[in-house]
Nanobody
């Protein structure tokens, strides 16, 4: 059984930083892309970042580019999302997502569907101004 467990969320003031972690078990972690997605009641599911299996290729949504950094440690089966210069608009539940198929990433539409891939339980990030 594939299981993803996020941690590191919490409350922070505007301009602050947080680092989220996602530990994966039950899969060949180093063969899978990893994605970060966030959800708010108003905007729904929003893609945040991708990282390829070896960690050398990353991509970010426009709203977080330059402020967030995704990384991974395959030996620890963990992916990280370091978030800096946070604003109230970053308040959301953050999920890590692993595709079901090795070596293939999920598309934008797929990342707006919780039935695509394996999802963690989410971790709440609240940014206060």
């Amino acid at each position: 059984e594939v299981r993803l467990v996020e941690s590191g969320g919490g409350s922070v003031q505007s301009g602050g930083s947080l680092t989220l972690s996602c530990v994966v078990s039950g899969s060949t972690f180093d063969q899978h892309w990893m994605h970060w997605v966030r959800e708010t009641p108003g905007r729904g599911l929003e893609w945040v970042a991708n990282i390829n299996p070896n960690g050398l290729a990353t991509a970010y949504g426009d709203s977080v580019e330059g402020r967030f950094t995704v990384s991974r440690d395959n030996a620890k089966r963990t992916t990280y999302l370091h978030m800096s210069n946070l604003t109230a608009d970053d308040t959301a539940v953050y999920y890590c997502v692993q595709p079901r198929t090795p070596w293939l990433g999920l598309s934008g539409p797929e990342l707006r569907n919780k039935g695509s891939g394996f999802w963690g339980q989410g971790t709440q990030v609240t940014v206060s101004s």
